[in-house]
């Protein structure tokens, strides 16, 4: 822990708060909490983007959210429109799931095409964007000519699963991931982080970002660590049907 300041480590974390079953309390307090421990970002479900935006306007916490999630397999031209609406409501990142079934099948045409499209779309708008592999599908020559296709198109994150798959990031992948993306190119993991030993692990492999919903369990034994106060979470703020 001595080589690393608190800031370090929370800016790893984008705090995850897909889970479909979360209320407009669970979606406000844990936008709360991604603010008080001053984390990358907040990863949110789609329709409640804007008002995640709204809320996260002036913090050092960025909205983002999800485009063909879980499974990737919406057209193009309904990626294109998620991403557009993700944009307009105030998205500063976009995780994005590739096609999975097209990756399989080895249509890599169609599979660049799509990451190149959105890529664009993100980059035009002066935000960032992170594609999603889901690799506990995928065989390692599928992973590495996806570093490649994510590398030559300039995607600034690529990222190991959605976390609703049946396994989240493994130390192989995070490894293979980094010696077959450009130096550019950033690595997230999602899922599979859950203490600070394995962040602390992942972040010395050359990971930038790992997705959680475990941002307490995460965070608390990091501050405790460095001898700074633990967080007190007050009262979350009350939804508001009209800013969403």
Not at 71 to 83: D, Y
Not at 141 to 154: A, M, N, P, T
Not at 196 to 208: C, F, N, P, Q, Y
Request: proline share 3%; hydrophobic share 40%; aromatic share 6%.
């Amino acid at each position: 822990m001595a080589n690393y300041s608190y800031l370090d480590l929370a800016k790893m974390i984008d705090h995850s708060l897909l889970v479909p079953t979360l209320t407009i309390e669970d979606l406000e307090r844990g936008i709360d909490l991604a603010i008080a421990y001053d984390v990358a970002s907040v990863c949110i479900m789609p329709y409640y983007l804007k008002r995640a935006s709204n809320r996260l306007a002036g913090s050092n916490v960025k909205s983002s959210t999800t485009i063909g999630f879980p499974h990737g397999a919406n057209r193009p031209s309904i990626k294109r429109l998620e991403t557009i609406a993700a944009l307009d409501d105030g998205c500063q990142e976009l995780d994005v799931v590739v096609n999975i079934s097209q990756v399989l099948s080895l249509q890599w045409d169609f599979v660049r095409d799509e990451i190149a499209m959105l890529t664009d779309l993100a980059h035009q708008a002066g935000q960032k964007i992170k594609v999603i592999f889901e690799n506990c599908y995928l065989k390692d020559s599928h992973k590495i000519e996806l570093c490649r296709i994510c590398s030559e198109l300039d995607v600034d994150w690529v990222k190991t699963s959605t976390g609703y798959g049946p396994s989240g990031a493994t130390i192989e992948d995070l490894k293979l991931m980094r010696a077959h993306v450009s130096p550019e190119v950033q690595v997230k993991a999602a899922g599979g982080v859950r203490d600070l030993a394995t962040l602390l692990a992942v972040r010395d492999l050359g990971v930038s970002r790992c997705g959680s919903s475990r941002t307490r369990e995460l965070l608390d034994p990091a501050r405790a660590s460095l001898g700074l106060e633990p967080i007190v979470m007050h009262n979350t703020t009350t939804g508001n049907n009209q800013n969403y």
